[in-house]
């Protein structure tokens, strides 16, 4: 099991490559054939932020009651 510092850490170093990928997609024209690699890295990479940020804040509790 990670420790809640390794999963901030993941958490921050994904967060760099999702602002570079970012920034590398921003000036690509709508119509570019490369636009479609990054925004699927880029959704990517926002999944897995997700899954990470709800590792740390887990829901306590049941789920029925």
């Known amino acids: 099991m990670r ?4 999963i901030q850490s993941k958490i921050n170093e994904l967060t760099l490559q999702r602002r570079a990928l ?5 000036p690509l024209p709508q119509d570019s054939p490369q636009r479609e690699g990054l925004s699927t890295q880029l959704s990517r990479l926002d ?3 997700l899954m990470l940020e709800w590792v740390l804040d887990a829901p306590a509790g049941k789920y029925h009651a």
Do not use: G, P, V
Not at 22 to 26: D, G
């Open 47 to 49: 999944d897995m932020i």
């Open 22 to 26: 970012t920034s590398r997609l921003a």
């Open 3 to 6: 420790t809640a510092n390794q």
